[in-house]
């Protein structure tokens, strides 16, 4: 892992959320996207040293809306920045970590992203984050 790339939060609208971050927080919005593999919209938002990304569901099946319905807005996952996803998954399920897919997935600003299931994280839903070769 070469370091915490951004934490993401689950929200219910961008929209609402965005006034706490940018008016009361002073924080700066980066960028709000579509990301129709998650599907979420997201808005990445610039923390200092690190970024928050806002998940808003797209309809009621996602799994951000799934999370919301059962657990409320808050933290869902802790994101960290790779390069060669592939190896590195790889790695993680020769050491016994489980994945929540197979193969990385198309994620906001280009990345490759792939998920650790939160039972082999002990309880934390943690994100790899490939943007090695997005020029970010």
């Not at 590195?88 to 490759?112: H, N, T, Y």
């Amino acid at each position: 892992m070469q370091k915490v790339d951004h934490v993401g939060i689950a929200v219910k609208s961008i929209d609402v959320s965005l006034d706490y971050y940018i008016n009361t927080l002073g924080l700066t919005l980066l960028a709000v996207e579509e990301v129709a593999s998650q599907k979420v919209r997201v808005a990445f938002i610039d923390a200092g040293n690190i970024k928050l990304e806002l998940l808003e569901p797209l309809g009621e099946d996602g799994p951000i809306a799934k999370f919301i319905k059962k657990r409320g807005e808050g933290v869902h996952h802790i994101a960290f920045g790779v390069t060669d996803i592939r190896s590195r998954m790889a790695e993680l399920r020769e050491k016994g970590v489980q994945l929540l897919q197979e193969e990385p997935k198309p994620g906001a600003g280009g990345a490759e992203v792939a998920f650790l299931h939160p039972k082999s994280s002990f309880g934390v839903l943690y994100e790899l984050c490939d943007k090695s070769g997005k020029g970010d």
